[in-house]
């Protein structure tokens, strides 16, 4: 962080968002921004906004940042408390948007064409609920997007509103993957993005099974096995079964949602899918850090050298080869684990991509400093009369 610039310590922070600590992007990366924030001195919070949350109550996965008690479920916070600011990355209650004396900050967490489409196919208004904000919510000082390809989308809409950073990782939370499963005669691929419009395994299961099928065929030396995590397993529908062929049903797996700290380490290669723009989503930066080998289905990926746009589905099937023929050699195969993380080293920095966000809270609250002088002052005035 900019040394010259100076913190509010002690200003109380609440960050609205769903706990999710091990199937929820949003909430890890608001988990670490939380962390920063506590390590530079703000008084800072999570709200579940899933009230009675059973991941919360029942859950066996606990993180440190729960264990901490700085996890509240919204069936137990007091929405008209002191707070000094509030970060809505999700949801927050409708009392903070009819109340223009909160100081609020959104968090653009999604790609901007899913929103778009989402609202198109009449699932959610959040598009135009932006559009209308922007003057609606006068108190909502600051849109920020993780991601500076999202900017011209979301410039569109938010304009002078729009602050633009990286997404960011706390480097301590995945260790450099092991290496001790690896076999040469068995190529394990898995997929993990959470699954939403356009970024479902569509396009992974079909390039993994032109592999599978070269398997049985006895064109390549390795069995070839997909994992699926993402999703739970009683609400895969069955539509995703029929688009498997006959016979290869025992190569494809839908695993659910497990710890991605073991996930990398028992599988070779992770599989992402395409999206409307280069994101670096969560999956994504947990992958890079923990070193396994990534093949993207965005053909600009700046962040791995094995790319290829996934529709293209024998184009991406081979790239997952060339990634796998590289990796035959253990010094290879370590170096490019290594490589990765020192990618994520260089472009996810939590601290250097928190700048901007800071310099945000501090604006907001220098201009709260400014408004409770000149009441102070008015006040004096009045009684000095």
Known sequence: MNESMKISKGKKIVHFCNYGPIDSGMYKTARDLVYE??????????V?????????????????????????????YDISGHVDLICWHSW??????????????????GMPSFVFYNELYNIEPVLSFLRRSYYDLPH??????????????WENILRDKLVVTS???SFDSFALKSDSGFDASHLRLVAMDTWRA??????????????????????????????????????????????????????????????PVAIFDSHDILLTQIGGTDTESRIVREGLLSGIPIVSGYPYAAWTPFKH??????????????CWGLMQER????????????????????????????????????????????????????RQK
């Open 92 to 109: 927050i209650p409708q009392d903070y948007l009819n109340d223009r004396s909160r100081n609020l900050v959104m968090f653009l967490h």
């Open 167 to 169: 997404p960011w990782i």
């Open 309 to 322: 746009d996934c529709r293209d589905i024998e184009g991406y099937a081979d790239v997952i080869m060339n």
């Open 331 to 382: 010094e290879k195969r370590l170096q490019m684990y290594r490589k990765n993380r020192n990618i994520a080293f260089d472009n996810f920095d939590i601290v250097k991509n928190m700048t901007p966000i800071f310099k945000c809270y501090e604006k907001i609250f220098k201009n709260a400093r400014e408004k409770e002088k000149q009441t102070e002052n008015l006040s004096l005035h009045d």
């Open 48 to 76: 579940d906004t899933v009230a009675n949350n059973k991941i919360r109550r029942q859950g066996i996965c606990h993180d440190s940042l729960f264990k901490d008690g700085r996890v509240i479920g919204f069936e137990n």
């Open 37 to 46: 924030e506590l390590r530079v001195g703000y008084n800072a919070w999570i």
């Open 198 to 259: 356009g970024k479902e395994p569509y396009y992974i299961i079909n390039a993994a099974q032109i592999l599978m099928l070269r398997y049985e065929r006895g064109e390549i030396p390795c069995k070839v096995t997909l994992d699926i995590y993402g999703q739970d397993v009683n609400n895969v529908q069955p539509v995703w079964n029929a688009i498997i062929r006959e016979g290869l049903e025992k190569y494809v797996h839908f695993k659910g949602k497990d710890n």
């Open 140 to 153: 909502c000082h600051f849109y920020i997007t993780l991601w500076p390809s999202h900017k011209p989308f």
